[in-house]
């Protein structure tokens, strides 16, 4: 189902229409975009192929995969290789990693873990965290920004989340998590700054995909409400009055990998439309 407030999020328009487009100068870069078959992910994706990347699109579901493959290949005419595999296991990276040994671009994605209160966390449930949201992605940067720096290009984008700045309760650990890869991923980036590597993360506040569907379900029977309810009293307390889209989510990231953000490392982008109200 699609929530009725999205509608009211612009949309933009494609190159095909709109004639002159920014040229982000990643025609025939390649790109492995994890977890990558639907939402945030997929919006990533699609906007790197319609900059002109060669895609690897990835996810654990072979059919909801490979129709996301078929339908980006068709609508933005780039090669997309379709990698059915988890992330967070040793063996889907290596997948990942076969099918493009040498990537300009690296999106970092994952599931989160789910909503739970943090007594309820048994110390197995916070390594799987750390694991998820922390290790595989450092995994990943380890195994190819060697390379990135050798060839002398590398954009690298980790999907965080806005509980790295404002921790949601019951999603402590998923906050924890990405906290310690931001920490981590500052280091890395700095020594990598002077090879044209760049590595900055992006912060999804209330986005529009299945996953806040499923949260907004759990949350309207929580509250005994209805979802249609409870999700428009969710969009209303956002600023911008709606959630955001995957598409405004991945404009954001291909801008981050094009040519021209080749100055801008270790930054945090929020992407909530005023939720936080941070002024830093
Ligand atoms: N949406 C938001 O508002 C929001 C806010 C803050 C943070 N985030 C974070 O942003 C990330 C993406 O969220 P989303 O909203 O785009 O989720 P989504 O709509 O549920 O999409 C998740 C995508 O990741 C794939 N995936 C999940 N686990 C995977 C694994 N282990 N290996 C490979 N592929 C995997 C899924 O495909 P398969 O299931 O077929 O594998 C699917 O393509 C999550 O970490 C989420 O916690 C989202």
Redesign the pocket.
Known sequence: MRLPLSRHGPRLLSSRNKGVVMDYGLKGRTAIV?????????GCAEALAEAGCTLVL????AD??NETATAIAATHGVAVIPVV????TAE?RASLLAAAPAPDILVN????PPLKDFRELDEAAILEGVR??MATPIALVQAVIDGMAERGFGRIVN?T???VLAPIPGLDL?SGARAGLTAFMTGVARRYAGRNVTINNIL????D????RSNLDAGARRAGKSLEDWSSAQAAAIPAGRFGT?EEFGAACAFLCSRRAGYITAQNLLIDGGLLGRAF
């Open positions: 994890c977890a990558s078959s639907k939402g945030l992910g997929r990835n996810g654990r579901n909801t995969l595999a988890d992330v967070g889907g994605n994952n599931g989160g998820q949201n999907i989340s806005s509980s998923s999804p506040g209330k986005m995909t299945d996953r806040l995957a």
